[in-house]
């Protein structure tokens, strides 16, 4: 009988300063919102402050090693998703507003033009 294990890093954030508590909370998305459970009946709005990128390591999964995006809002409440379209439209958003204060984003699903009665995550700017 083989171990299971679950390993988590933190392969980049965007916290000024990291706390140790702050690393052990991003690197938690058990009490993390699943974007894509959040945007089931419409679109979400957040105003984002923070995010980590974590590459996991489990044995127990069938694919054994996988990426999740956490996404810290003002009020705290962290986003966690795997979508990589969502990614990259709120990275270049992220990096784009750097400084420039507070804003919100809209999280939304969009009908897939390669899979038939599929959906992908994006978001754009409000």
């Avoid at 974007?35 to 009946?41: G, L, R, S």
Wanted: aromatic residues 12%; hydrophobic residues 35%.
């Amino acid at each position: 009988m083989s171990e299971t294990t679950y390993k988590v890093t933190i392969r980049e954030h965007s916290f000024d300063n990291m706390t140790a508590r702050e690393r052990i909370a991003m690197k938690d998305v058990s009490n993390a919102v699943q974007i894509d459970e959040a945007t089931a009946e419409g679109s979400l709005i957040i105003s984002p402050v923070n995010y980590a990128i974590l590459d996991i390591e489990n044995s127990a999964s069938p694919d054994k090693n996988y990426t999740k995006y956490i996404i810290l809002d003002n009020a705290g409440t962290k986003y966690v998703t795997g979508s990589n379209s969502f990614w990259k439209a709120f990275i270049d958003i992220f990096d784009e507003m750097k400084g420039e204060g507070e804003y919100q984003i809209e999280i939304y699903k969009r009908p897939s033009k390669n899979y038939s009665g599929k959906f992908f995550l994006t978001c754009s700017i409000l």
